[in-house]
């Protein structure tokens, strides 16, 4: 009999991955709202370039790669699918790792809408985000939702969602996950 797969993590980008533009994390992410289409505008089409130049967020080199040697580790990302070539590149250079991206392939779908969907799909044991309107959606559909603490997320509080800065900081809730899984068998 074959060994058991490891437990999928899914992990968003921008702010969790890769610094924000400037630093700045730039969601507060009330009063979004979960239906209707998105906008196709400016930051849509010129997305393939807005990546060029941006580092690291401080632990993520180190920390996606802890988290590779337990975990299948895959990026779902509202960044646009084109961005792909750009994306894979940018994660072999800064980070060190091929993972598996799913990226939105339409201006049409909102991005929280994109994770939610691609989310329920893959059905990971966690993700990670940086968006608290993303993330308390998808903590309705996951055991465990990681929110890096930015200033601007701080106000939301849910049972499942875990503040982190770093992304190693997630294996001791990943580990009692994994083991109450296995529990339950």
């Not at 610094?19 to 930051?43: A, D, Y």
């Not at 060029?52 to 920390?63: E, K, Q, T």
């Not at 993303?134 to 875990?162: G, K, Y």
Request: charge should be positive.
């Amino acid at each position: 009999m074959p060994p058991e797969p490891p437990p999928l993590l899914t992990f968003d980008l921008d702010g969790v991955i890769c610094r924000p533009p400037f630093g700045i994390n730039p969601g507060k992410g009330q009063k979004k709202s979960r239906t209707g289409e998105g906008r196709r505008n400016l930051l849509w089409m010129t997305e393939r370039a807005r990546y060029l130049g941006r580092r690291p967020m401080p632990g993520a080199p180190d920390g996606l790669r802890l988290l590779a040697q337990r975990y299948e580790c895959q990026v779902v990302s509202a960044r646009s699918a084109e961005a792909a070539p750009y994306t894979e590149s940018w994660l072999r250079k800064n980070i060190g790792v091929e993972i598996p991206l799913n990226l939105r392939p339409s201006w049409r779908e909102k991005p929280a809408q994109f994770k939610a969907r691609r989310v329920a799909e893959l059905l990971p044991i966690a993700h990670f985000e940086d968006d608290p309107h993303t993330a308390a959606w998808l903590a309705e559909i996951l055991p465990a939702v990681f929110l890096v603490d930015w200033p601007r997320n701080r106000w939301l509080d849910l049972p499942n969602v875990h503040r982190i800065h770093r992304l190693e900081e997630a294996l001791v809730i990943l580990d009692g996950l994994v083991a109450s899984q296995a529990e339950r068998g």
